[in-house]
């Protein structure tokens, strides 16, 4: 199913690749409680190396900030979770996508389809969205523990080739 070029540029690409996660909450107040966070730390530790992994309230500026100091420490992905539902204080879409250079819209575009799969037209409540920033990938994905998942089997294995053309 993979084209020739796809094959090519995954051999080029490097598993040597820094990994910063977000997570966006009101009500958790602990890593030990983020359990979608804890999944993909748990997920990017095992292939590539987690840098930096944060917990801050649904709030703009806060977003804004970490990602600009996840960006200074040299993370190539950063992969956010929770925010990207219709509640007023689901920001994450909003600010990420104010930052982004280039859109990543077959992120959404298959999260959402893989989701109808799983969840039936409930899927259309996901914003999940993807970009490029600064040279850095975003992935920003729903709360659930589920959905992250369902976004990891989607982006795990070609992060590697998204930083290879993100870095050119």
Not at 37 to 65: C, F, H, V, W
Not at 69 to 77: A, L, N, P
Not at 86 to 106: A, M, N, P, Q, Y
Not at 115 to 144: H, N, Q
């Amino acid at each position: 199913m993979k084209s020739k070029t796809t094959i090519e540029h995954q051999k080029m690409s490097s598993n040597d690749i820094t990994c910063g996660v977000i997570t966006l909450s009101d009500s958790r107040k602990s890593k030990k409680v983020d359990l979608s966070g804890q999944y993909m730390a748990e997920e990017i530790e095992a292939r590539y190396t987690l840098k930096s992994r944060s917990l801050i309230p649904d709030e703009k500026e806060d977003l804004i900030n970490t990602i600009e100091t996840m960006i200074d420490d040299d993370i190539d992905v950063i992969l956010t979770t929770g925010g990207t539902g219709l509640d007023s204080r689901d920001i994450t879409v909003e600010t990420v996508e104010s930052l982004f250079e280039k859109k990543l819209d077959g992120f959404g575009e298959m999260f959402r389809a893989k989701s109808y799969d799983e969840i039936g037209a409930a899927a259309l409540l996901s914003r999940a969205t993807a970009g490029i920033y600064k040279k850095t990938v975003i992935f920003s994905m729903p709360g659930s523990p589920n959905a992250v998942k369902t976004a990891f089997n989607i982006i795990i294995d070609e992060i590697p080739h998204f930083v290879h053309h993100v870095k050119k």
